[in-house]
């Protein structure tokens, strides 16, 4: 039920109600008469049409009101939260079938982790263009993990620009080197 499907039972109830405490609609005869002057309307009879209009509102903001998104309860994840639970989401990935896919995915989760991190375009680059850009970058967090994020991306360039295969122990290490760089680099937790 939404909004505008509240409006119209409102504006029903209310015709309903105005015709039952005694007002008339104006007949297709009428129409051709000439303009009379206003009409009054007892005020006994506006207040039962009032008390259902109220009513009619009351039980529609509360139909929308138990409709609405729960989802503003939940607490927010941090930024490294969020990387570890998509990087998790990798690990179906993680067969000799689907090795590609693996190193694309979790390739993807880091450069687009590094960007928000550090602030620096980590996913519009080549592997060899960001870890030039990190030997010039002055972030010393991020240049202490120069070599393992070096290793990693090469090894994930691997398995998708040579079709090289991994084996699931391979994996299974690039995930770890994954998660423990997000883990070490991750903004520190407020209370």
């Known amino acids: 039920m939404n909004a505008i499907h509240c409006i119209r039972l409102v504006a029903r109830g209310c015709a309903w109600l105005a015709l039952l405490c005694g007002g008339t609609l104006a007949g297709a005869a009428e129409d051709i008469r000439d303009i009379r002057g206003p009409k009054s309307v ?13 009513v009619a509102i009351a039980i529609c903001t509360y139909v929308l009101w138990r409709r609405r998104p729960r989802a503003a309860h939940q607490p927010t994840l941090s930024l490294s939260e969020e990387t570890l639970a998509r990087l998790e989401s990798t690990k179906s990935l993680m067969t000799t079938a689907t090795a590609r896919e693996f190193g694309i995915a979790a390739s993807e989760v880091i450069r687009s982790y590094i ?4 602030e620096i375009v980590a996913t519009q680059r080549t592997t ?15 240049t202490r993990h120069r070599s393992a994020l070096a290793a990693f991306l090469q090894q994930c360039d691997f398995v998708k620009f040579a079709g090289g295969s991994l084996a699931i122990t391979d994996m299974e290490a690039l995930f770890q080197s994954a998660r423990g760089f997000v883990l070490e680099t991750g903004e520190p937790r407020t209370a």
């Open 42 to 54: 007892p005020a006994a009879g506006m207040l039962p049409a009032m008390l259902a209009g109220l």
């Open 115 to 118: 960007e928000k991190r550090f």
């Open 128 to 142: 060899e263009e960001f870890l030039q850009a990190l030997l010039q970058s002055s972030n010393e967090k991020l």
